[in-house]
């Protein structure tokens, strides 16, 4: 019953790679449980990546992700947040092997095209950061069957 806080960035938005990231977390079997488009404020930012405040990059970062709808997603599934962060690849676009997202659709690590949770923790933090929690559909799974043993 693990979730997982994951958004397509604004430059992620803008070279129409949304339908392709959604894709990949569908194939995998991972179930959706909340999705919107959103203009995210600087304060929102600033709290969600808190834990950052100061590293050089931080205000860099904020205006970056504020420069443009993010589509905010929650996922769920068997280990989804370490799972995702493996689909993502590294921090650093130039670290991440063919194959994950950041491996194959962008060059620098301020313009990587994704966020995920790094620990459940976080996960659940910011869920109830970017959610509300009648915006989370808990839907039935008919197939659930065919991906859990
Ligand atoms: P997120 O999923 O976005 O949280 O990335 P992450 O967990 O892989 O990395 P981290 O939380 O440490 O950093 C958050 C974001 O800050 C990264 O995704 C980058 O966009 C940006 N960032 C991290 N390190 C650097 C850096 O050294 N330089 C710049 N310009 N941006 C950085
Ligand atoms: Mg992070």
New binding site residues.
């Given amino acids: 019953n693990e979730h997982s806080f994951i958004a397509v960035k604004p430059d992620g938005v803008h070279r129409r790679l949304v339908g392709e990231i959604i894709r990949g977390f569908e194939k995998k079997g991972f179930r959706l449980v909340g999705m919107k488009l959103v203009q995210a404020s600087e304060d929102l930012l600033r709290e969600h ?1 808190r834990d ?1 405040r100061d590293k050089p ?1 931080f205000n ?2 904020v205006r970056n992700m504020s420069s443009g709808p993010i589509v905010a997603m929650v996922w769920q599934g068997l280990d989804v947040v370490k799972m995702s962060r493996k689909m993502l690849g590294e ?1 650093n676009p130039a670290d991440s092997l063919p194959g994950t997202i950041r491996g194959d659709y962008c060059l620098e ?2 313009r ?1 095209v994704i ?2 949770s ?1 620990s459940v923790e976080s996960a659940q933090r910011e869920i109830s950061l970017w959610f509300r929690q009648n915006e989370l559909q808990c839907w039935e799974d008919s197939s659930g069957h065919w991906i859990y043993e």
Wanted: no cysteine.
């Fill in positions: 990546y950052l990059f860099g970062l921090t690590v301020g990587n966020h995920g790094d």
